[in-house]
């Protein structure tokens, strides 16, 4: 399955309790919890470059599956991890007691980040 496309957020839980988890302080939490933000990926075989806008921040992660690489977290660290393919619809990643996992089912992505027992799900539609 291919992932390449651009996704817009409809919607997410616990992001306040998961981002207060990760350190992010409560103004930029208050900021960024209405925000709609759109992610952009363009796969190349196993290569793949996200874009994720969300308001004025734009992250971009660039990666090989099942290599390591460097990723920029949502709070703006660095870290490395290993983009893996699970079935033909799951990408899976851990980093810093993180365990992320974006599911594409058509034109749905449902992204789970999961730190202790705090699970953040957003779903996000194909535009």
């Known amino acids: 399955m291919n992932f390449s496309g651009r996704f817009q957020l409809q919607s997410q839980e616990n992001f306040e309790a998961f981002m207060k988890a990760v350190g992010l ?3 930029l939490i208050q900021k960024g919890k209405d925000i709609k933000g759109v ?10 470059k996200l874009t994720i806008s969300t308001g004025s921040k734009v992250i971009q992660n660039e990666f090989n599956l099942g290599e390591e690489c460097e ?3 949502m709070t703006g660290d660095k870290v490395k991890a290993v983009v893996r393919l699970e079935g033909d619809n799951k990408l899976v990643t851990n980093f810093k007691g993180i365990t992320s996992v974006s599911e594409l089912n ?3 992505m449902v992204s789970t980040m999961t ?3 705090i699970v953040l799900k957003r779903v996000s539609k194909r535009i």
Request: hydrophobic share 25%; charged share 35%; no cysteine.
């Open 115 to 117: 730190l202790g027992d």
């Open 71 to 73: 990723l920029e977290t």
């Open 106 to 108: 058509g034109d749905t």
């Open 25 to 27: 302080p409560d103004d």
């Open 39 to 48: 992610t952009e990926i363009v796969q190349d075989g196993k290569h793949f």
